[in-house]
């Protein structure tokens, strides 16, 4: 398949908005992939090369200035393997042999063929191809239900793969759970309280919410693994020794990582992330509370209801389980969120216990209350400051995720920074520039923001129709990337 084909892909689904037109231009253009274009396709087209980062900087992208190609001659292959060659190139005069390579590839691309390699290569992707509209294109393509493919992705999170043997006839069941390989985890929804939280359920499990990191930990015999919420590996020694100190041989379980301190109170998560982020010093201290279980000794229990998987979480790590209760009355349900607040913790977790473990939509099943409402917003730009705050960039220009594609501003704010912060994503906003208007400095939407705020309100001013009300940052969120930020729905939710 030529690039060029692609490129033609991402501008149709790029110049609209709806979610079915974006969906039927992927499908049509995987199915006609072969075998062994399938990932590469995907993955461009969802904004990430199979060989994930490449070591390729955005000023030695922009720097090339090859004339291009008269013609479209540059097929997918011929992208894939460059960039193979590229990620390899390590070492003394590696950067000149970089250059060299770029300026190869892109004297054999059209104009809008480097066009889309920029950016490509500098995570500028904005077609609108997410997770969620590629799922549906290669359920679509392939003619398998959607359902078969999300489960698929949850288990193997590589879409690439999951689409290729999806469109080659391959049996998506045979894409399973494996002990010591990170899966999707299951996310909550947002309530305003623990009763609307139960609403409609028989029962529920009330579990506190703490301010750390979503971990999940495998273990194999002496081996145990943890893993990020984004399936990144991470090194956490006590956690490990307590999972490997449980009467198990073989489990997956789902939970919370978070540093204690000196004392019983949580310290603040960007304490626990620094701590865990500083190389000199091993992240000891770091305390494990479960609330889930995926897998005991050779059961897989994602299609177990909660009760039946708190039941096995109990029997082997009742003193690592996080606090909560099973009730089927509010008020035991508000008691729990005042223990977890009087503690230092955020909320509380309102879980069906019927419920089957199921990853990436954030459903009813699941629903976070929180006594201060909080959104994960998209930095999109930036102000510099006046007064006591010139030369810093300042009052932030925040973005919900459009399901669609792209980003939707729903406010502004400057409350909530202190003078290290504003220091630092002063730094962090001019490596991502894009450009400028004015005092505004507009930005990759790449850094992940939490957002407290007193509510959002109906506004003209912005695209999205609304408005934060009292907004103020909370806290940057490096453990995300844009694609888990805040939708405009659930930000249009909370009026």
Same mark, same amino acid.
């Given at each position: 398949?030529l690039?060029?084909?692609?490129?033609?892909?991402?501008?149709?689904?790029?110049?609209?908005?709806?979610?079915l037109?974006?969906i039927?231009?992927?499908?049509?253009l995987?199915?006609?992939? *072969?075998p062994d274009?399938?990932?590469?396709?995907? *993955? /461009?087209?969802?904004?990430?090369?199979p060989?994930?980062?490449?070591?390729?900087? /955005?000023?030695?992208?922009?720097?090339?200035?090859t004339?291009?190609?008269p013609?479209?001659?540059?097929?997918?292959?011929?992208?894939?393997?460059?960039?193979?060659?590229?990620?390899?190139?390590? *070492?003394?005069?590696?950067?000149?042999r970089?250059?060299?390579l770029?300026?190869?590839?892109?004297?054999?691309?059209t104009?809008?063929?480097?066009?889309?390699l920029r950016r490509?290569?500098?995570?500028? %992707?904005?077609?609108g191809?997410?997770?969620?509209?590629?799922?549906?294109?290669?359920?679509?393509?392939?003619?398998?239900?959607?359902?078969?493919?999300r489960?698929?992705?949850?288990?193997?999170?590589?879409l690439?793969?999951?689409?290729?043997?999806?469109?080659? *006839?391959?049996?998506?069941?045979?894409?399973?759970?494996?002990v010591?390989?990170?899966?999707?985890? %299951?996310?909550?929804?947002?309530?305003?309280?623990?009763?609307?939280? %139960?609403?409609g359920?028989?029962?529920?499990?009330?579990? +506190?919410?703490?301010?750390?990191?979503r971990?999940?930990?495998?273990?194999?015999?002496?081996?145990? #693994?943890?893993f990020t919420?984004?399936?990144?590996?991470?090194?956490?020694?006590?956690?490990?020794?307590?999972?490997?100190s449980l009467?198990?041989? #073989?489990?997956?379980?789902?939970?919370e990582?978070?540093?204690?301190? &000196?004392?019983?109170?949580?310290?603040?998560f960007?304490?626990? %992330?620094?701590?865990? !982020?500083?190389?000199?010093v091993?992240a000891?201290?770091?305390?494990a509370?479960?609330?889930?279980?995926?897998?005991?000794d050779? &059961?897989?229990?994602?299609?177990?209801?909660?009760?039946?998987?708190l039941? #096995?979480?109990?029997?082997?790590?009742?003193?690592l389980?996080?606090?909560?209760?099973?009730t089927?009355?509010?008020? =035991?349900?508000?008691?729990?969120?005042?223990?977890?607040?009087?503690a230092?913790h955020e909320g509380?977790?309102?879980k &069906?216990?019927?419920?089957?473990?199921?990853?990436?939509?954030?459903?009813?099943?699941?629903?976070?209350?929180?006594?201060?409402?909080?959104?994960?917003?998209?930095? $999109?730009?930036?102000?510099?400051?006046?007064?006591?705050? #010139? !030369?810093?960039l300042?009052?932030?220009?925040?973005?919900?995720?459009?399901?669609?594609?792209? @980003?939707?501003?729903v406010?502004?704010?400057?409350? !909530?920074?202190?003078?290290?912060?504003?220091? +630092?994503?002063?730094?962090? @906003? $001019?490596?991502?520039?894009?450009?400028?208007?004015?005092i505004?400095?507009?930005?990759?939407?790449?850094?992940?923001?939490?957002?407290?705020?007193?509510g959002?309100?109906?506004?003209?001013?912005?695209?999205?129709?609304v408005?934060?009300r009292?907004a103020?940052?909370?806290? /940057?969120?490096?453990?995300? &990337?844009?694609?888990?930020?805040?939708?405009? =729905?659930?930000?249009?939710?909370?009026?």
């Open positions: 398949m690039l060029a084909r692609v490129v033609e892909a991402s501008n149709a689904m790029a110049s609209t908005s709806a979610r037109r974006k039927a231009v992927l499908a049509e995987v199915a006609s992939c *072969g274009e399938v990932d590469v396709v995907v *993955g /461009y087209l969802s904004g990430q090369p060989q994930g980062r490449i070591g390729v900087g /955005y000023a030695a992208v922009y720097k090339t200035d004339l291009p190609a013609e479209a001659t540059l097929a997918v292959t011929d992208v894939d393997r460059a960039i193979d060659v590229l990620r390899d190139e390590t *070492g003394a005069g590696s950067a000149g970089r250059a060299s770029l300026a190869d590839l892109f004297g054999r691309a104009a809008p063929e480097q066009d889309f490509l290569f500098t995570g500028e %992707m904005r077609q191809a997410l997770e969620g509209v590629a799922v549906e294109a290669v359920a679509k393509g392939a003619g398998v239900p959607a359902a078969k493919v489960r698929a992705l949850m288990l193997s999170s590589d690439g793969r999951v689409a290729r043997v999806a469109l080659t *006839g391959g049996d998506l069941d045979a894409i399973g759970l494996t010591g390989h990170g899966i999707k985890p %299951m996310l909550a929804s947002t309530a305003s309280s623990v009763s609307e939280a %139960m609403d359920l028989a029962q529920a499990s009330v579990e +506190w919410k703490v301010d750390g990191i971990i999940q930990a495998h273990r194999d015999g002496d081996d145990v #693994r943890i919420r984004n399936q990144n590996p991470i090194e956490l020694p006590d956690v490990a020794d307590a999972i490997r009467p198990v041989a #073989r489990a997956v379980l789902d939970g990582a978070i540093w204690l301190g &000196d004392g019983e109170r949580p310290e603040a960007q304490d626990t %992330m620094g701590r865990i !982020g500083r190389r000199s091993p000891t201290g770091i305390r509370w479960l609330f889930d279980v995926l897998h005991i050779g &059961d897989d229990l994602l299609d177990v209801p909660l009760a039946q998987r039941e #096995r979480l109990e029997a082997v790590a009742s003193h389980r996080i606090p909560g209760v099973v089927d009355d509010p008020s =035991d349900g508000e008691r729990v969120l005042a223990d977890a607040i009087e230092g509380v977790v309102v &069906d216990v019927d419920s089957l473990y199921v990853a990436g939509r954030r459903g009813k099943s699941w629903r976070k209350v929180k006594p201060v409402r909080t959104l994960d917003l998209v930095v $999109l730009g930036a102000e510099w400051g006046h007064g006591r705050r #010139r !030369g810093w300042s009052n932030l220009h925040l973005g919900a995720r459009d399901p669609s594609g792209g @980003f939707v501003m406010g502004k704010t400057f409350k !909530g920074l202190t003078d290290e912060l504003l220091t +630092w994503q002063t730094e962090q @906003f $001019l490596a991502r520039e894009d450009r400028r208007e004015g505004t400095v507009f930005v990759r939407p790449e850094l992940v923001v939490e957002i407290a705020l007193d959002v309100q109906t506004s003209t001013r912005y695209p999205g129709g408005a934060l009292f103020r940052v909370k806290r /940057y969120r490096p453990d995300k &990337d844009p694609s888990q930020a805040d939708t405009i =729905d659930a930000v249009r939710d909370l009026r």
